[in-house]
């Protein structure tokens, strides 16, 4: 009786969201506490998004939510009706790869990967509030981003390797 009851009622309180997402707008009922995470990955296939620690700590599923950075882990679907969403596979297209990507990819950035995503939307959030950032606001800017292989000195050359060309 639990399970069923349990399911029933996950059933009976789901909602319907509409989201702009990398320039798509969607629609899609849901349970309203399903994390955004789960629905880009699950739901919309955007798997560039990734999921690591779940509870805020890391920035690997870090997207922009109107414009701001969101560790997409602990943001629930209520919480996005409406939103404008930006995703890792929303700044580039099929012909032009965005100059952090590149960036990182210049600089050695990388190695697992497995942060780079997280690292890039970060690093786009910072250079929308500041294009000329020092190394010490790159550092503040990128301290909720873990990453477990580079060292780091990759991922702050590539950002200033972004500011210098622009
Ligand atoms: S998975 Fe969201 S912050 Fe770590
Ligand atoms: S490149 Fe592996 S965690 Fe950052």
Redesign the pocket.
């Known amino acids: 009786m639990g399970t069923s009851e349990g399911i029933r009622t996950k059933e009976n309180s789901a909602i319907s969201i509409s989201v702009t997402i990398n320039g798509e707008y969607k629609q899609l009922v849901v349970d309203p506490t399903i994390r955004l995470v789960d629905i880009l990955r699950d739901e919309w296939n955007l798997t560039g998004t990734k999921i690591s620690c779940g509870i805020g700590r890391c920035g ?1 599923c870090s997207v922009m939510i109107n414009g701001a950075l969101v560790n997409s882990c602990l943001v629930m679907a209520y919480q996005v009706d409406e939103a404008i969403i930006t995703t890792i596979e929303g700044l580039s297209t099929e012909e032009d790869i965005d100059p952090i990507q590149q960036a990182f990819l210049e600089e050695g ?8 995503p997280g ?1 890039v939307m970060a690093v786009k959030a910072l250079l929308q509030e500041t294009s000329n950032p020092t190394e010490t606001q790159i550092k503040t800017a990128l301290s909720g981003n ?5 060292g780091y000195g990759g ?1 702050i050359r590539a950002v200033q390797r972004v500011v210098a060309q622009t």
């Open positions: 690997a950035g990388y190695q697992c990967g497995y942060c780079t690292m873990l990453c477990r292989c580079t991922i």
